[in-house]
């Protein structure tokens, strides 16, 4: 499975951005696509995932009511939908793939293939 990220960019704060997770070279039908971020100096945390099949999806509390993640099934596309950004989602985002049970969907070590990260920057 290959993954590009794209999207991110340059927005001041209050602003939002949508973030992108294409896998040209084929279906994700069995897969589930995490997005998590890493700011400098910082580990990489999970952000949000979504279950391909069956849609169940799941984003972390820091960035719930702002953050949204999607899929678009015809174009084999994972979004993530940023709102109201603040200046602590300043980060490196990268979206990810497991087949791995649901449960593990927060867990960086439960994604096999990556994407190649997509710089967000939040100006206050």
């Known amino acids: 499975v290959q993954l590009q990220a794209s999207g991110g960019g340059l927005e001041q704060a209050g602003g939002s951005l949508r973030l992108s997770c294409e896998s040209p070279?084929?279906?994700?039908?069995?897969?589930?696509i995490g997005w998590f971020r890493q700011a400098p100096g910082k580990e990489r945390e999970f952000v949000a995932a979504?279950?391909?099949?069956?849609?169940?999806?799941y984003v972390i509390d820091s960035v719930k009511g702002r953050f949204t993640i999607s899929k678009d099934t015809a174009k084999n596309t994972v979004y993530l939908q940023m709102n109201n950004l603040k200046s602590d989602d300043t980060a490196v985002y990268y979206c990810?793939?497991?087949?791995?049970?649901?449960?593990?969907?927060?867990?960086?070590?439960?994604?096999?293939?990556w994407g190649q990260g997509t710089q967000v920057t939040v100006s206050s």
């Open positions: 990810a793939a497991t087949r791995k049970v649901w449960s593990a969907k927060s867990y960086a070590s439960a994604y096999d293939y």
């Open positions: 070279g084929g279906t994700l039908g069995s897969y589930t």
């Open positions: 979504i279950k391909w099949s069956g849609g169940s999806r």
